[in-house]
Protein backbone atom coordinates (compact mmCIF):
# COMPACT_ATOMS: atom_id res chain seq x y z
CA UNK A 1 0.00 0.00 0.00
CA UNK A 2 1.62 3.39 -0.80
CA UNK A 3 2.10 5.66 2.26
CA UNK A 4 1.48 8.86 0.35
CA UNK A 5 -2.33 8.05 0.86
CA UNK A 6 -3.82 10.60 3.91
CA UNK A 7 -3.92 9.43 7.14
CA UNK A 8 -6.88 9.87 9.61
CA UNK A 9 -7.01 10.01 13.35
CA UNK A 10 -9.93 8.17 14.38
CA UNK A 11 -10.37 8.25 18.06
CA UNK A 12 -13.89 7.14 19.57
CA UNK A 13 -14.04 4.86 23.21
CA UNK A 14 -17.15 3.27 21.83
CA UNK A 15 -15.93 -0.56 19.89
CA UNK A 16 -18.93 -0.06 17.07
CA UNK A 17 -18.10 3.25 16.07
CA UNK A 18 -14.33 3.00 15.69
CA UNK A 19 -15.27 -0.16 13.71
CA UNK A 20 -17.62 1.81 11.31
CA UNK A 21 -15.79 4.58 10.87
CA UNK A 22 -12.44 2.92 9.72
CA UNK A 23 -13.83 0.57 7.49
CA UNK A 24 -15.28 3.13 5.44
CA UNK A 25 -11.96 5.25 5.38
CA UNK A 26 -10.23 2.88 4.76
CA UNK A 27 -12.02 1.50 1.95
CA UNK A 28 -12.00 4.71 0.05
CA UNK A 29 -8.04 4.67 0.08
CA UNK A 30 -7.39 6.67 3.88
CA UNK A 31 -5.29 4.94 5.98
CA UNK A 32 -6.26 5.22 9.72
CA UNK A 33 -4.54 5.10 13.16
CA UNK A 34 -7.07 4.61 16.57
CA UNK A 35 -7.19 6.31 19.79
CA UNK A 36 -9.66 5.10 22.52
CA UNK A 37 -9.86 7.91 24.85
CA UNK A 38 -8.46 12.03 24.73
CA UNK A 39 -5.59 11.27 26.25
CA UNK A 40 -4.47 8.89 23.53
CA UNK A 41 -6.00 11.02 20.72
CA UNK A 42 -3.79 14.00 21.62
CA UNK A 43 -0.70 11.49 21.98
CA UNK A 44 -1.78 9.40 18.74
CA UNK A 45 -1.91 12.94 16.88
CA UNK A 46 1.23 14.64 17.99
CA UNK A 47 3.75 11.51 17.43
CA UNK A 48 1.58 10.82 13.92
CA UNK A 49 0.40 14.09 12.17
CA UNK A 50 -2.25 12.74 10.89
CA UNK A 51 -3.87 14.69 7.97
CA UNK A 52 -7.11 14.95 9.20
CA UNK A 53 -8.68 13.63 12.39
CA UNK A 54 -12.46 12.19 13.41
CA UNK A 55 -13.02 12.66 17.41
CA UNK A 56 -15.58 11.52 19.25
CA UNK A 57 -17.23 14.39 21.75
CA UNK A 58 -17.71 12.50 24.55
CA UNK A 59 -14.83 10.55 24.89
CA UNK A 60 -12.80 9.44 28.20
CA UNK A 61 -10.25 10.99 29.99
CA UNK A 62 -10.61 14.58 27.62
CA UNK A 63 -13.40 15.00 25.73
CA UNK A 64 -13.44 16.33 21.41
CA UNK A 65 -13.60 20.16 22.64
CA UNK A 66 -10.70 19.46 24.66
CA UNK A 67 -8.50 17.59 22.62
CA UNK A 68 -9.16 20.05 19.81
CA UNK A 69 -8.99 22.89 21.68
CA UNK A 70 -5.28 21.51 22.68
CA UNK A 71 -4.52 20.74 18.89
CA UNK A 72 -5.18 24.18 17.87
CA UNK A 73 -2.49 25.06 20.40
CA UNK A 74 0.11 23.17 19.29
CA UNK A 75 2.10 24.16 16.16
CA UNK A 76 2.29 21.03 14.80
CA UNK A 77 -1.30 19.96 14.88
CA UNK A 78 -2.47 24.06 14.37
CA UNK A 79 -3.71 23.20 10.93
CA UNK A 80 -5.06 19.53 11.36
CA UNK A 81 -8.66 19.63 10.56
CA UNK A 82 -10.42 18.36 13.07
CA UNK A 83 -14.53 16.72 12.48
CA UNK A 84 -16.20 15.92 15.55
CA UNK A 85 -18.64 13.35 15.69
CA UNK A 86 -21.28 13.64 18.54
CA UNK A 87 -24.89 11.95 20.02
CA UNK A 88 -25.51 15.66 21.08
CA UNK A 89 -27.95 17.47 19.22
CA UNK A 90 -28.36 21.11 20.68
CA UNK A 91 -27.17 23.97 18.95
CA UNK A 92 -25.21 25.12 21.03
CA UNK A 93 -22.97 21.76 21.28
CA UNK A 94 -22.39 22.43 17.78
CA UNK A 95 -21.55 25.84 18.49
CA UNK A 96 -19.14 24.73 21.13
CA UNK A 97 -17.78 22.53 18.74
CA UNK A 98 -16.85 25.29 16.25
CA UNK A 99 -15.61 27.59 18.87
CA UNK A 100 -13.06 25.00 20.17
CA UNK A 101 -11.75 25.21 16.43
CA UNK A 102 -13.32 21.84 15.08
CA UNK A 103 -14.07 22.64 11.06
CA UNK A 104 -17.16 19.87 10.88
CA UNK A 105 -18.97 18.17 13.29
CA UNK A 106 -21.67 14.96 12.46
CA UNK A 107 -24.56 13.93 14.51
CA UNK A 108 -24.80 10.55 15.93
CA UNK A 109 -26.25 8.39 14.66
CA UNK A 110 -24.37 8.96 11.39
CA UNK A 111 -24.23 8.00 7.71
CA UNK A 112 -20.82 6.58 6.51
CA UNK A 113 -21.13 7.50 2.85
CA UNK A 114 -21.57 11.35 4.43
CA UNK A 115 -18.73 11.01 6.77
CA UNK A 116 -16.51 9.66 4.16
CA UNK A 117 -18.31 12.83 1.58
CA UNK A 118 -17.35 15.05 4.30
CA UNK A 119 -13.45 13.89 4.62
CA UNK A 120 -13.01 14.38 1.17
CA UNK A 121 -14.00 17.76 0.83
CA UNK A 122 -12.07 19.16 3.85
CA UNK A 123 -8.75 17.09 2.28
CA UNK A 124 -9.82 18.12 -1.14
CA UNK A 125 -9.77 22.07 -0.04
CA UNK A 126 -6.26 21.65 1.09
CA UNK B 1 -34.49 -44.49 63.68
CA UNK B 2 -30.49 -43.44 63.34
CA UNK B 3 -30.59 -45.30 60.63
CA UNK B 4 -33.34 -43.39 58.99
CA UNK B 5 -31.15 -40.05 59.35
CA UNK B 6 -27.91 -41.83 58.17
CA UNK B 7 -29.64 -42.18 54.90
CA UNK B 8 -31.64 -38.93 54.81
CA UNK B 9 -28.35 -37.09 55.71
CA UNK B 10 -26.57 -39.10 52.90
CA UNK B 11 -29.65 -38.46 50.10
CA UNK B 12 -29.38 -35.10 51.24
CA UNK B 13 -25.83 -34.32 50.57
CA UNK B 14 -25.70 -36.38 47.42
CA UNK B 15 -28.36 -34.28 46.01
CA UNK B 16 -26.23 -31.24 47.12
CA UNK B 17 -23.23 -32.24 45.22
CA UNK B 18 -25.71 -33.21 42.08
CA UNK B 19 -27.23 -29.37 42.20
CA UNK B 20 -24.06 -27.85 42.96
CA UNK B 21 -22.09 -30.12 40.00
CA UNK B 22 -25.19 -28.95 37.54
CA UNK B 23 -25.34 -25.28 38.40
CA UNK B 24 -20.91 -25.56 37.60
CA UNK B 25 -22.05 -27.69 34.18
CA UNK B 26 -24.16 -24.71 33.39
CA UNK B 27 -21.91 -22.21 33.79
CA UNK B 28 -19.06 -23.64 32.33
CA UNK B 29 -21.82 -24.32 29.14
CA UNK B 30 -22.39 -20.73 29.25
CA UNK B 31 -19.28 -19.18 29.19
CA UNK B 32 -18.81 -21.35 26.29
CA UNK B 33 -21.06 -20.54 24.32
CA UNK B 34 -19.89 -16.78 25.10
CA UNK B 35 -16.71 -17.46 23.94
CA UNK B 36 -17.65 -19.33 20.98
CA UNK B 37 -20.04 -16.20 20.27
CA UNK B 38 -17.16 -13.03 20.75
CA UNK B 39 -14.73 -15.68 18.39
CA UNK B 40 -17.77 -15.71 15.63
CA UNK B 41 -18.23 -12.06 16.08
CA UNK B 42 -14.67 -11.52 15.89
CA UNK B 43 -14.82 -13.81 12.52
CA UNK B 44 -17.80 -12.08 10.78
CA UNK B 45 -17.34 -8.72 11.63
CA UNK B 46 -15.97 -7.57 8.10
CA UNK B 47 -18.47 -8.86 6.50
CA UNK B 48 -21.05 -7.06 8.57
CA UNK B 49 -18.97 -3.77 8.16
CA UNK B 50 -19.39 -4.74 4.61
CA UNK B 51 -22.53 -5.29 4.61
CA UNK B 52 -23.34 -1.49 6.04
CA UNK B 53 -21.29 -0.20 3.19
CA UNK B 54 -23.44 -2.36 0.78
CA UNK B 55 -21.59 -4.52 -0.65
CA UNK B 56 -22.96 -8.15 -1.35
CA UNK B 57 -21.12 -10.80 0.85
CA UNK B 58 -22.01 -14.74 0.49
CA UNK B 59 -24.50 -16.58 2.28
CA UNK B 60 -23.50 -17.66 5.86
CA UNK B 61 -24.67 -20.52 7.81
CA UNK B 62 -28.25 -20.90 10.24
CA UNK B 63 -25.43 -20.86 13.53
CA UNK B 64 -23.52 -17.44 11.98
CA UNK B 65 -26.80 -16.24 10.92
CA UNK B 66 -27.78 -15.22 14.15
CA UNK B 67 -24.34 -13.86 15.22
CA UNK B 68 -24.06 -11.33 12.01
CA UNK B 69 -27.51 -10.15 13.06
CA UNK B 70 -27.16 -9.17 16.32
CA UNK B 71 -24.07 -7.44 15.06
CA UNK B 72 -25.67 -5.79 12.50
CA UNK B 73 -28.39 -5.06 14.77
CA UNK B 74 -25.88 -3.21 16.60
CA UNK B 75 -24.34 -1.52 14.03
CA UNK B 76 -27.89 -0.61 13.15
CA UNK B 77 -28.13 1.51 15.65
CA UNK B 78 -25.84 3.85 14.96
CA UNK B 79 -25.67 4.36 11.16
CA UNK B 80 -28.09 6.22 9.32
CA UNK B 81 -28.73 6.77 5.08
CA UNK B 82 -27.35 3.86 2.64
CA UNK B 83 -26.10 2.07 5.14
CA UNK B 84 -29.82 1.93 7.14
CA UNK B 85 -31.17 0.66 4.00
CA UNK B 86 -28.50 -1.66 3.27
CA UNK B 87 -28.77 -3.70 6.19
CA UNK B 88 -32.44 -3.19 6.17
CA UNK B 89 -32.75 -4.90 2.74
CA UNK B 90 -30.06 -7.39 4.03
CA UNK B 91 -32.57 -8.63 6.76
CA UNK B 92 -35.33 -8.95 4.24
CA UNK B 93 -33.70 -10.96 1.88
CA UNK B 94 -32.24 -12.97 4.74
CA UNK B 95 -35.60 -13.88 6.33
CA UNK B 96 -34.25 -11.75 9.53
CA UNK B 97 -37.29 -9.38 9.33
CA UNK B 98 -40.24 -12.34 8.87
CA UNK B 99 -38.70 -14.31 11.67
CA UNK B 100 -38.65 -11.81 14.25
CA UNK B 101 -42.44 -10.59 13.35
CA UNK B 102 -43.07 -14.24 13.88
CA UNK B 103 -41.79 -14.39 17.40
CA UNK B 104 -43.81 -10.93 17.77
CA UNK B 105 -46.52 -13.95 18.41
CA UNK B 106 -44.41 -16.38 21.11
CA UNK B 107 -45.92 -17.14 24.13
CA UNK B 108 -43.09 -16.09 26.16
CA UNK B 109 -43.57 -12.36 26.69
CA UNK B 110 -39.39 -11.34 26.75
CA UNK B 111 -39.17 -13.35 22.91
CA UNK B 112 -41.73 -10.92 22.06
CA UNK B 113 -40.03 -8.10 23.76
CA UNK B 114 -37.03 -8.88 22.44
CA UNK B 115 -38.16 -8.82 18.40
CA UNK B 116 -40.13 -5.67 19.15
CA UNK B 117 -36.87 -4.20 19.92
CA UNK B 118 -34.98 -5.77 17.68
CA UNK B 119 -37.25 -5.08 14.69
CA UNK B 120 -36.64 -1.19 15.18
CA UNK B 121 -33.09 -1.72 14.82
CA UNK B 122 -33.48 -3.66 11.48
CA UNK B 123 -34.86 -0.81 9.71
CA UNK B 124 -37.48 -2.62 7.31
CA UNK B 125 -40.55 -0.83 6.72
CA UNK B 126 -42.08 -4.51 6.60
CA UNK B 127 -42.34 -4.81 10.24
CA UNK B 128 -44.49 -1.45 10.41
CA UNK B 129 -47.73 -3.52 10.44
CA UNK B 130 -47.03 -6.21 13.07
CA UNK B 131 -45.55 -3.29 15.02
CA UNK B 132 -48.76 -1.68 15.45
CA UNK B 133 -50.42 -4.70 16.54
CA UNK B 134 -48.10 -4.82 19.27
CA UNK B 135 -48.81 -1.65 20.94
CA UNK B 136 -51.69 -3.89 21.91
CA UNK B 137 -49.59 -6.64 23.77
CA UNK B 138 -50.30 -7.58 27.09
CA UNK B 139 -47.07 -6.72 28.33
CA UNK B 140 -45.56 -3.07 28.79
CA UNK B 141 -42.62 -4.32 27.72
CA UNK B 142 -43.66 -5.76 24.54
CA UNK B 143 -45.50 -2.23 23.72
CA UNK B 144 -43.19 -0.01 24.88
CA UNK B 145 -40.42 -2.22 22.58
CA UNK B 146 -42.64 -1.52 20.00
CA UNK B 147 -43.12 2.19 20.26
CA UNK B 148 -39.22 2.64 20.21
CA UNK B 149 -38.83 0.93 17.19
CA UNK B 150 -42.21 2.68 15.92
CA UNK B 151 -40.26 5.63 16.28
CA UNK B 152 -36.91 4.49 15.17
CA UNK B 153 -38.69 3.03 11.42
CA UNK B 154 -40.45 6.65 11.38
CA UNK B 155 -43.76 5.07 10.88
CA UNK B 156 -46.03 7.92 10.73
CA UNK B 157 -49.15 5.91 10.11
CA UNK B 158 -48.18 4.21 13.98
CA UNK B 159 -48.31 8.06 14.70
CA UNK B 160 -52.32 8.03 16.04
CA UNK B 161 -51.59 4.99 18.20
CA UNK B 162 -48.51 6.31 19.27
CA UNK B 163 -50.52 9.91 20.48
CA UNK B 164 -52.78 7.13 22.26
CA UNK B 165 -50.40 5.04 24.34
CA UNK B 166 -48.81 8.27 25.59
CA UNK B 167 -51.47 9.66 27.17
CA UNK B 168 -52.94 6.28 28.33
CA UNK B 169 -49.64 5.40 29.77
CA UNK B 170 -49.81 2.08 28.15
CA UNK B 171 -46.42 2.50 27.24
CA UNK B 172 -43.65 4.51 29.67
CA UNK B 173 -44.03 8.06 28.70
CA UNK B 174 -40.30 8.83 27.18
CA UNK B 175 -40.45 6.23 24.91
CA UNK B 176 -43.57 7.42 23.57
CA UNK B 177 -42.89 10.74 23.65
CA UNK B 178 -39.57 9.84 22.54
CA UNK B 179 -41.12 7.87 19.28
CA UNK B 180 -43.48 10.34 18.40
CA UNK B 181 -40.24 13.42 17.98
CA UNK B 182 -38.60 10.60 15.86
CA UNK B 183 -41.50 10.82 13.57
CA UNK B 184 -40.94 14.11 13.30
CA UNK B 185 -43.06 16.19 10.82
CA UNK B 186 -44.71 13.03 9.63
CA UNK B 187 -46.79 12.96 12.63
CA UNK B 188 -47.78 16.52 11.96
CA UNK B 189 -51.27 14.93 10.11
CA UNK B 190 -51.91 12.43 12.83
CA UNK B 191 -51.86 15.26 15.64
CA UNK B 192 -53.86 17.48 13.83
CA UNK B 193 -56.58 15.99 13.25
CA UNK B 194 -56.08 14.06 16.81
CA UNK B 195 -56.86 17.95 17.92
CA UNK B 196 -60.34 17.62 17.29
CA UNK B 197 -60.75 14.35 19.11
CA UNK B 198 -63.35 13.95 21.81
CA UNK B 199 -61.03 12.55 24.52
CA UNK B 200 -59.96 15.77 26.09
CA UNK B 201 -56.20 13.93 26.94
CA UNK B 202 -55.70 12.89 23.28
CA UNK B 203 -56.57 16.75 22.16
CA UNK B 204 -54.22 17.96 25.29
CA UNK B 205 -51.35 15.50 23.53
CA UNK B 206 -51.92 16.46 20.27
CA UNK B 207 -51.64 20.15 21.16
CA UNK B 208 -49.11 19.95 22.57
CA UNK B 209 -47.10 17.68 20.43
CA UNK B 210 -47.81 20.17 17.51
CA UNK B 211 -45.91 22.93 19.84
CA UNK B 212 -43.01 20.77 19.43
CA UNK B 213 -43.30 19.47 15.61
CA UNK B 214 -45.50 22.49 14.45
CA UNK B 215 -45.47 24.77 11.74
CA UNK B 216 -46.40 28.03 11.70
CA UNK B 217 -48.98 27.25 9.52
CA UNK B 218 -50.73 25.44 12.28
CA UNK B 219 -51.25 28.96 15.09
CA UNK B 220 -55.27 29.00 13.45
CA UNK B 221 -55.90 25.07 14.69
CA UNK B 222 -54.18 26.01 17.79
CA UNK B 223 -55.75 29.46 18.54
CA UNK B 224 -59.31 26.97 18.39
CA UNK B 225 -58.15 24.95 21.08
CA UNK B 226 -57.74 28.48 23.50
CA UNK B 227 -61.52 28.37 23.47
CA UNK B 228 -61.62 24.29 24.30
CA UNK B 229 -64.15 23.59 26.92
CA UNK B 230 -61.12 21.53 28.52
CA UNK B 231 -58.45 23.76 30.89
CA UNK B 232 -55.89 21.51 30.06
CA UNK B 233 -56.06 21.96 26.06
CA UNK B 234 -56.20 26.05 26.80
CA UNK B 235 -53.14 25.77 28.49
CA UNK B 236 -51.37 23.67 26.22
CA UNK B 237 -52.40 25.09 22.81
CA UNK B 238 -50.89 28.35 24.99
CA UNK B 239 -47.30 26.59 25.40
CA UNK B 240 -47.90 25.48 22.19
CA UNK B 241 -48.27 28.84 20.79
CA UNK B 242 -45.88 29.82 23.10
CA UNK B 243 -43.08 27.30 21.69
CA UNK B 244 -44.21 28.30 17.99
CA UNK B 245 -43.83 32.08 18.81
CA UNK B 246 -46.70 32.30 17.04
CA UNK B 247 -47.18 36.37 16.50
CA UNK B 248 -50.40 36.29 14.89
CA UNK B 249 -51.82 34.18 17.70
CA UNK B 250 -51.10 36.96 20.28
CA UNK B 251 -54.33 38.77 20.48
CA UNK B 252 -55.47 35.24 21.34
CA UNK B 253 -53.23 34.27 23.72
CA UNK B 254 -53.70 37.99 25.25
CA UNK B 255 -57.10 36.88 25.75
CA UNK B 256 -56.08 33.99 27.47
CA UNK B 257 -54.65 36.17 30.16
CA UNK B 258 -58.82 36.26 31.41
CA UNK B 259 -59.24 32.88 31.45
CA UNK B 260 -61.10 31.89 34.63
CA UNK B 261 -58.37 28.72 35.40
CA UNK B 262 -55.30 30.19 37.10
CA UNK B 263 -52.99 27.43 34.97
CA UNK B 264 -54.56 28.88 31.86
CA UNK B 265 -53.57 32.26 33.05
CA UNK B 266 -50.16 31.13 33.79
CA UNK B 267 -49.22 29.53 30.63
CA UNK B 268 -50.83 32.53 28.51
CA UNK B 269 -48.15 34.74 30.15
CA UNK B 270 -45.10 32.23 29.76
CA UNK B 271 -46.48 32.23 25.92
CA UNK B 272 -46.63 35.53 25.73
CA UNK B 273 -43.12 36.40 26.97
CA UNK B 274 -41.83 34.08 24.31
CA UNK B 275 -44.04 35.41 21.68
CA UNK B 276 -43.19 39.12 22.80
CA UNK B 277 -44.35 42.24 21.48
CA UNK B 278 -45.53 45.60 23.60
CA UNK B 279 -49.20 45.18 23.14
CA UNK B 280 -49.22 42.66 26.01
CA UNK B 281 -47.85 44.51 28.42
CA UNK B 282 -50.31 46.41 30.01
CA UNK B 283 -52.52 43.09 30.49
CA UNK B 284 -49.39 41.50 32.36
CA UNK B 285 -48.80 44.10 34.45
CA UNK B 286 -52.16 43.52 35.54
CA UNK B 287 -51.90 39.94 35.74
CA UNK B 288 -48.93 40.47 37.46
CA UNK B 289 -50.76 42.06 40.65
CA UNK B 290 -52.92 39.35 40.79
CA UNK B 291 -53.92 37.33 43.89
CA UNK B 292 -52.86 33.96 41.85
CA UNK B 293 -49.40 33.00 42.38
CA UNK B 294 -48.11 30.88 39.30
CA UNK B 295 -49.90 33.21 37.00
CA UNK B 296 -48.67 36.35 38.70
CA UNK B 297 -45.24 35.60 38.81
CA UNK B 298 -45.39 33.75 34.97
CA UNK B 299 -46.76 37.51 34.07
CA UNK B 300 -43.98 39.42 35.85
CA UNK B 301 -41.23 37.36 34.26
CA UNK B 302 -43.20 37.48 30.90
CA UNK B 303 -42.20 41.34 31.04
CA UNK B 304 -38.90 40.92 31.24
CA UNK B 305 -39.23 39.73 27.82
CA UNK B 306 -41.76 42.17 26.66
CA UNK B 307 -41.44 45.61 28.17
CA UNK B 308 -38.43 45.59 30.27
CA UNK B 309 -38.60 49.24 30.23
CA UNK B 310 -42.26 49.12 31.63
CA UNK B 311 -40.95 46.07 34.43
CA UNK B 312 -38.53 48.55 34.79
CA UNK B 313 -41.01 51.65 36.08
CA UNK B 314 -43.56 49.03 37.73
CA UNK B 315 -40.72 48.08 40.06
CA UNK B 316 -40.60 51.41 41.65
CA UNK B 317 -43.88 51.75 41.81
CA UNK B 318 -45.37 49.10 44.52
CA UNK B 319 -46.96 46.63 41.90
CA UNK B 320 -46.19 43.55 44.31
CA UNK B 321 -43.86 40.87 45.24
CA UNK B 322 -43.60 39.37 41.70
CA UNK B 323 -42.75 42.51 39.99
CA UNK B 324 -40.16 43.42 42.21
CA UNK B 325 -38.78 39.65 42.32
CA UNK B 326 -39.07 39.79 38.05
CA UNK B 327 -36.90 43.43 38.36
CA UNK B 328 -33.94 41.78 40.73
CA UNK B 329 -33.91 38.50 38.12
CA UNK B 330 -33.44 41.31 35.10
CA UNK B 331 -31.34 43.49 36.83
CA UNK B 332 -28.98 40.35 37.71
CA UNK B 333 -29.14 39.03 34.20
CA UNK B 334 -28.14 42.38 32.74
Given amino acids: MPEDRPLVLVADDDDDIRSL ?74 ARGFES ?3 DYIRKPFSPQELCARVQAILGRR | MQQLFAWSSVALGGGSVTFVGLL ?31 EEIEAVDA ?134 SDDPRLREAAVELLGLLGEAADSPLLVARLRDSAA ?19 AAVRAALDDRIPFVRAAAARALGEIGGRDAAPALLALARSDHYDAAQAAARALVRVDPTLLAAAGHEGFGPHVSEAVDRAAIRS
Avoid at chain 2, 238 to 248: K, N, P, Q, S, T
Fill in chain 2, 63 to 196: RDAGVLAGLLSRYARQVTGDSSSALAGYFERSGGVEREVAALGDRRAWRRAAAAYLLGDMGSEWAVGALRDALCDGSRDVRTAAARSLGRLRASAAAEELVGVFVTAEVAHGVAGQALLGLGSAALPALRGLTG
Fill in chain 2, 232 to 250: EVRASAARALGRLAAEDAA
Fill in chain 2, 24 to 54: VFRRIRLYRLEVERQEAERRLEPLALALVNG
Fill in chain 1, 101 to 103: GAD
Fill in chain 1, 21 to 94: VIFRLERSGYRTVVARDGDEALAVALERRPDLAVLDVMMPKLDGYEVTRRLRREDATRAMPVILLTARVQDADV
